[in-house]
């Protein structure tokens, strides 16, 4: 099966997005040491992967936009949707737990990435439910 045109723009787009933010982590985690004072300095490095985060949502959004076939973007848009509800859903309740318990602190950093693999969640529910999780991009 043919790869559709935006989902090749979109795998064009995450490649070199995702470089940077491993490298921007890298670099990140190798030039501010552990628990250093927050000056200008070590907050512009630590948003340099932030701005890589915003390539992925551009990314994302781009693809979502240039999807002619609307069952795919329907597919896509699912998965997105579940991915936010779980997000929301976990960070809303252990933000709770947070403020009347002494559970562990979990760092903001970890909102992304939970998205994303709520994406996979989305897939699963698309596959259960409609019986086709979508291409993979």
């Known amino acids: ?43 512009g490095i630590a948003l340099v992967p932030g701005l890589a985060i ?28 579940v991915a936010t509800g779980l997000t929301l859903a976990l960070t809303a309740t252990w933000g709770i737990l947070e403020l009347y318990t002494d559970v562990p602190r979990v760092p903001l950093f970890w909102v992304f990435p939970v998205w994303c693999l709520g994406l996979g969640v989305g ?5 259960l439910t409609l019986g086709d999780s979508g291409a993979c991009p």
């Open 1 to 43: 099966m043919a790869m559709d045109p935006a989902q090749r723009r979109y795998i064009g787009r995450m490649i070199p997005v995702s470089i940077a933010y491993v490298a921007a982590i890298f670099a990140a985690s190798a030039i501010i040491p552990e628990g250093a004072t927050a000056t200008p300095l070590t907050i």
């Open 54 to 81: 915003l390539g992925f949502i551009w990314a994302i959004g781009s693809y979502f936009s240039e999807l002619k076939d609307e069952y795919l973007r329907l597919l896509e848009v699912r998965k997105a949707l």
């Open 123 to 127: 897939a699963l529910v698309n596959r």
